[in-house]
Each structure stands twice: as structure tokens, then as C-alpha cells.
């Protein structure tokens, strides 16, 4: 019996909701592949600040520390200050844990094409893109200054911290099998950027045998919608990874179906979350997908070494798609199952 605690986050809004149904699937596949999984509860977001004056407050990092791995549902709430909760519980975190590594898949599952807005010749193509995202500077450092009339953000780029995620995503595309690695900046314009492809070019090198590309960042989000078959795994800076991993999201339909991961290869520290929000508005209505949240908590599988169990779960919930299940924000006109319901749908294809 191999035995993990887990660190989980329910967060705000639909994060409870969601939470439940990755306890639901995680316990599934723990009786089915003989994992003993312990939940630990670390409070952290609008309701942790409202309960404890604090959106992260110690014990939750203490927690987070001491667990194998964690899942955290989205947090924020509407009645407090805008960027409050995002800057104590989403970025502190992950400075505090050093998490430099932003991974976020997004793919088109067979008999989901109709949810994307690419055209059909490009879908036909496949779409299967991983944006590698730098987690840990750039122009997240908070250095900067704001007055009545002028404001300054200074972004870090330090060699340490741009070596260590382009080969983060060479050794993520060995590990997955695949072939191409392109690189984003803007190095026609910004010295941050002219200093991460001048690494970029370096580090390659240690690489033989993989396609590599430099796009600039205006021109990639172009060819993400134009021409995606290009594209395997993508490493690009912290601010341009958040841009990008919205559209990637986008492109396969939904918020609701990318998962997201926080990594640290090398202290094993990961943070597994629905890149999604905590969408207020439909809160405590059981219409949330689960699946971004459910695909999360494969990731965190995989990253414990549990790469079986994880497909597993990314089968099931393939599976449970290909079956005609689906939750409102996708249905199209299908019927569709609440939350829980869905969950179930997931869990029994385990
Ligand atoms: C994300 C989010 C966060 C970010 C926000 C909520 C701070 O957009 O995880 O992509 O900008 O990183
Ligand atoms: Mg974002």
C-alpha cells in the first residue's frame, strides 16, 4: 500500500464544490490501485482571510509544506479589495514554496471539437500544446513603485531563474515523448527578453535531438489559432505564460476542462489547481465543471509517481465525455449532469 498526504485547499466560491468531487475520484482510485490517500485541510483565500485575517496563514503554509503534495481549489471572493487575495494566497505561495514551474496542458479530446472555436481543417490537425510558464520572477517580482503620476514595474529575469525552467520544459518534453520545443519572447523589444533567448539558444544545446523555435509573443498568439500543429511545449516567461495558457484554454473550450500545476522538481514540492476561477456567481448551485480540478489531481498523481493511476483518471474523464456526460458550460444543447453527478460518472469509469 503506498501511502500520500494531500494538502487540499477548498478555496471559495465553486471550490468546495469541485474539491468534493476530486476527494470523490482520488479516493476511487486509491481502493482501485491500492493507494492510501490522507486529506489534510489548509485553509487558504477570501474565506481563510475572513475566518483568520489571513489568505494564507501560517499553519496552511506549515501544512502545505509537510504534506506529499497539494490541491488547491481557486480562491477570491467579491467583497474584498481586488488582487488582496490573489497576491497573499496565490503568489505568496508560490514564492514561499519556490514554485517556478507554471504547467499547463491543453488538448482537445476526441468528440470535443465542437467546443472549440478554432475552425474544423485546423482542429483536424490536432491540438496538444503544453505552455511551461516561469512561476517565480519576470514582471510578478513586485518591485516597482506607484505615485500620482507614474507607476513601475521592473521585471526580474535572473540566470538562475530562466536556466532552471528551460530545462524544466526540455526534460518535461523528453519525459512526455515529444520532439519540438519552442521558446517565446519579445526579444525585439525587451531586454528581459533578449537575455532569455540568448539562455534559451545556450541551454538548447544540452538538448540535441529536439526541433526548437524562438516566436515572439505577438506572433504566437497568432499562430496558436492559425497553424497549432506546430506547437508541442512551450516555454515562455511569467507574464506571457498567463496570457498564452488563457488562450490554450480557450482554444479547447473552456477554463473549466485545463488543468494547472505548481512545481519545484527539485524540493518535490507541487500545487495542483484548476487554472480557473472561483466563479462567485454560480457558487453553491452544484453547475460547476469539475473537470479542470479532476484533471489537476491526474497531474499531481503523475507528479507522485502514480503515472498509472494518473491515466486513469485522465481516461475516465475522457471517457465519461466520449460517454455523452457533460456539465452545463459544455452541453451545447446536450443534457447535462450537476457537479456531483458528474463526479460519479468519472469515478465509476476508474
Ligand atoms: C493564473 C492567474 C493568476 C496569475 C492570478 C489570479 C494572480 O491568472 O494562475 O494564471 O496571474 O498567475
Ligand atoms: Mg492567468
Redesign the pocket.
Known amino acids: 500500500m503506498t501511502k500520500f498526504s494531500i494538502a487540499v485547499t477548498e478555496g471559495d466560491g465553486i471550490g468546495p464544490e469541485i474539491t468534493a468531487e476530486v476527494i470523490k475520484v482520488l479516493k476511487k482510485v486509491g481502493e482501485t490501485d491500492r493507494i492510501e490517500v490522507e486529506f489534510v485541510d489548509a485553509p487558504s483565500g477570501g474565506a481563510a482571510y475572513k475566518k483568520y485575517g489571513n489568505a494564507l496563514p501560517d499553519d496552511t503554509l506549515k501544512i502545505y509544506r509537510d504534506c506529499d503534495a497539494i490541491f488547491k481549489a481557486p480562491v ?1 471572493v467579491p467583497d474584498l479589495p481586488p488582487g488582496l487575495i ?1 497576491h497573499e494566497a ?2 505568496r505561495a508560490r514564492q514561499e514554496l519556490d514554485l517556478y514551474v ?1 504547467l499547463r496542458p491543453a488538448k482537445i479530446y476526441p468528440g470535443m471539437e465542437n467546443l472549440s472555436p478554432l475552425k474544423d481543417r485546423v482542429i483536424a490537425k490536432g491540438f496538444d500544446v503544453t505552455i511551461v510558464r516561469e512561476n517565480s520572477e519576470g514582471l ?1 517580482s513586485r518591485r516597482g513603485t506607484k505615485t500620482a503620476d507614474r507607476a513601475t514595474d521592473e521585471s526580474v529575469f535572473t540566470k538562475r531563474g530562466v536556466d532552471r525552467i528551460i530545462r524544466f520544459a526540455f526534460d518535461y518534453a523528453r519525459k512526455a515523448g515529444k520532439t519540438k520545443v519552442t521558446s517565446v519572447d519579445k526579444a525585439n523589444i525587451l531586454f528581459t527578453s533578449q537575455y532569455w533567448r540568448s539562455r534559451f539558444e545556450e541551454i538548447k544545446k544540452e538538448y540535441p535531438g529536439f526541433e526548437t523555435e524562438s516566436i515572439y509573443v505577438d506572433a504566437m498568439s497568432q499562430y496558436l489559432i492559425r497553424c497549432p500543429e506546430r506547437y508541442q511545449v512551450v516555454v515562455t516567461d511569467n507574464m506571457f505564460g ?1 496570457i498564452l ?2 488562450e490554450t484554454a480557450q482554444i479547447i473550450g473552456s477554463l473549466g476542462l485545463c488543468a ?1 500545476a505548481n512545481l519545484n522538481p527539485e524540493t518535490k514540492t507541487g500545487m495542483f489547481e484548476p ?1 480557473h ?1 472561483s466563479a462567485p456567481d454560480i457558487a453553491g448551485k452544484g453547475i460547476a465543471n469539475p473537470i479542470s480540478a479532476i484533471l489537476s489531481a491526474a497531474m499531481m498523481l503523475d507528479f507522485l509517481g502514480q503515472a498509472k493511476s494518473a491515466s486513469k483518471v485522465e481516461a475516465a474523464v475522457q471517457k465519461a465525455l466520449a460517454d455523452g456526460c457533460r456539465t452545463g458550460d459544455i452541453a451545447q444543447g446536450m443534457p447535462w449532469l450537476p457537479t456531483s453527478k458528474f463526479g460519479d460518472e468519472v469515478a465509476k469509469r476508474i
Open positions: 477570491g490573489e496565490i503568489l507554471n510578478y498567463d495558457s488563457d494547472g487554472i476561477g
